[in-house]
């Protein structure tokens, strides 16, 4: 290879190199959606969301997931009775079943504050994509909850 030559491959291998330094460096800075961006935008693609409903289901969709957060610090700081047996062999079982009465209470209020938030944001949606995103979400939301209580009870027998 001639001087030249090596001189063009230097310096297109460093251009290349910086290049994809530089490339790498972009993409480990680009800020990462979180869940509920994903699932936003996901909806105003599915349900052909215009911006102004956009926007609403938003706003709605932040004030739901405050909400939300708290009920999942709730759920978390529960005496959960899944771990009863392993930590508490001598309780009584009263208070098992007074504690799944509060962790079914508990449970049950995440689920109609979630079944309210998604009967909210299919009333701002256009002709019948509202009923539609109802059909296409209560059942996977039901289901979640019957795998819940499922894994509870096998839990609870073991």
């Known amino acids: 290879m001639t001087p030249a030559g090596r001189i063009a491959a230097f310096v297109f291998l460093t251009a290349a190199a910086a290049g994809a330094a530089l490339w790498a460096t972009r993409e480990s800075l680009r800020p990462r959606e979180s869940p509920q961006e994903i ?12 911006d102004t409903t956009f926007e609403k289901v938003s706003a709605l969709h932040r004030d739901y997931f405050r909400q939300c957060d708290k009920m999942c610090r709730q759920i978390n700081e529960a005496d959960r009775p ?77």
């Open 39 to 50: 699932g936003l935008r996901w909806l105003k693609d599915e349900y052909h969301l215009d």
């Open 82 to 158: 899944l771990l009863w047996r392993a930590r508490h062999r001598n309780r009584q079982p009263s208070e098992l079943n007074a504690q799944l009465a509060r962790d079914q209470s508990v449970c049950g209020d995440c689920e109609k504050a979630a079944t309210e938030h998604l009967k909210q944001v299919a009333a701002l949606m256009p002709g019948e994509s509202g009923q539609r995103f109802l059909e296409d979400i209560l059942p996977v939301m039901q289901q979640q909850r019957r795998v819940h209580d499922e894994n509870l009870s096998s839990n609870i027998r073991r």
